[in-house]
């Protein structure tokens, strides 16, 4: 299954108001006396984190949500009854941002719960203000609204590998060959406008949009999807074989990671030369002796050739595996 990212998106969160306290009288003879419940307090929201990398899609067709408000008090000092709070989910990786206080809340596991507005109290019944001095109070209280919060939410993936490269350079295709994914494949600059998902075995591969020279400051699609890479586990690093000069096509994707945060060019990378199947034997023989000069080491492969994805794959479940073996150590501890 493809999932087409939301990645950056604005909501607006306002819990619920609180309910009124009830004014209210206790007609039993010799028991006469304010007996008004309070209001309940309004519904709260929560985020909480997710597996599923496409749930901010959710907030496209929801900018706007409010949480319930509280029950409204009652006679013979009923409370009224608190509303359940609402727990938004959202995946792992999202970044909220309070746009009018700057206060960030980061969601990266699974579970995780964070509070993002509260709901207002409720409001004191009559039976609260009794006093000796005043028998029959006729106060309550009307109930708090409850907090409003405008939030930007950012997505920084959190996958296990993600594909990189210039435009065209097969990312696409390679993600359909491993997955059941059906990105979008096209011989133009920027085919995907997305980061497009898939999964091999459980192993979250990212097809990270076509970068080009200047990404880092903001050129083509700019740093919109840079910022993805920084949560990747390992990198595949493909390059294709109809290029004109694949060191260079490689060596300017390095640029641009080293310039946008050094850290990522320390990941572990796999390099792909792709569309072998488009040249001929002595093209693709010179590109390889060329990366190999340049102390890059890369296989040839093809998405229609079952034999040469085999590589692929092999490094895909050596990263699957690896992967479990810390799981395992964790679970340990």
Do not use: C
């Amino acid at each position: 299954m493809i999932l087409m990212l939301i990645d950056e998106i604005m909501v607006t969160l306002t819990g619920g108001h609180g309910g009124k306290g009830a004014v209210a009288w206790n007609n039993i003879k010799l028991h006469r006396g304010p007996v008004g419940g309070d209001g309940a307090r309004g519904a709260s929201i929560y985020f909480e984190g997710v597996g599923d990398i496409g749930m901010l899609s959710q907030f496209q067709s929801m900018k706007d949500v409010h949480g319930k408000d509280g029950e409204n008090g009652k006679g013979q000092w009923r409370d009224g009854a608190n509303p359940d709070h609402l727990i938004l989910k959202v995946p792992t990786g999202t970044i909220a941002t309070n746009v009018e206080t700057g206060k960030v809340i980061e969601i990266t596991k699974i579970g995780q719960r964070e509070l993002m507005v509260a709901g207002g109290l409720g409001g004191w019944g009559n039976f609260k203000y009794k006093s000796s001095t005043n028998q029959s109070p006729l106060q309550s209280q009307p109930g708090l609204p409850g907090d409003t919060a405008t939030l930007r939410l950012d997505l920084k993936l959190i996958a296990d590998v993600g594909l990189i490269g210039l435009p065209n350079a097969g990312k696409s295709s390679l993600l359909n060959a491993l997955t059941s994914a059906k990105a979008k494949v096209g011989a133009y600059q920027f085919t995907t406008l997305e980061p497009n998902l898939g999964s091999y075995y459980g192993l979250i591969i990212a097809d990270i949009p076509g970068l080009i020279e200047g990404a880092s400051d903001g050129r083509g699609l700019g740093v919109k999807f840079l910022k993805h890479i920084e949560r990747t586990g390992s990198l595949m690093h493909l390059v294709s074989a109809e290029s004109d000069d694949v060191v260079g096509d490689y060596k300017t994707i390095r640029a641009e990671l080293k310039k946008y945060n050094k850290s990522l060019t320390e990941k572990d990378e796999y390099v792909f030369l792709t569309k072998s199947d488009t040249v001929d034997a002595k093209t693709l023989e010179t590109q390889l002796k060329a990366l190999k000069k340049a102390k890059i080491k890369a296989t040839p492969i093809s998405v229609y050739d079952d034999e040469s994805l085999k590589h692929v794959q092999k490094v895909l479940n050596e990263i699957s595996e690896g992967k479990r073996v810390v799981t395992e150590a964790v679970s340990v501890k």
